[in-house]
């Protein structure tokens, strides 16, 4: 599944709008601790966190990720918006907790 056929099958919002929406998500990883998810996440996995630090971007960058998925409503600011753009890290936002998030990724066969 990409990016674009995840939103579209989710209703969920993409905050960044310079991202390739084509990229495949091969994976999920579900984390806060930026550090432990530096060590243990993998390319081309989808990142499904609440953290809303502008360290996000960078991480996802390190270790490859497809996207960024920010759960459970937290509030991005436009600084991590316009630091992904320039990345070309496409954020999704939803509503849901992690879990749920999760859980959603999982019955949509990623």
Partial sequence: M???????QTGWKLATE???????IEG???GDLLSW????GEPGQAWITVQ?????????KLR?????????????TPEIIDRAEGEEIA???TGIPVFESARKL?????
Avoid at 37 to 40: C, E, H, R, S, T
């Fill in 37 to 40: 998810v530096m060590g243990n």
């Fill in 91 to 93: 954020i999704i936002e």
């Fill in 106 to 110: 999982i019955e949509l066969g990623v």
């Fill in 28 to 30: 999920v990883y579900c």
């Fill in 52 to 60: 809303v630090h502008m360290n996000i971007v960078a991480v996802a």
């Fill in 18 to 24: 310079k991202a390739d929406l084509n990229t495949e």
């Fill in 2 to 8: 990409n990016i674009k056929n995840l939103i579209e």
């Fill in 64 to 76: 490859e990720f497809s996207c960024i998925l920010i759960a459970d409503n937290a509030n991005l």
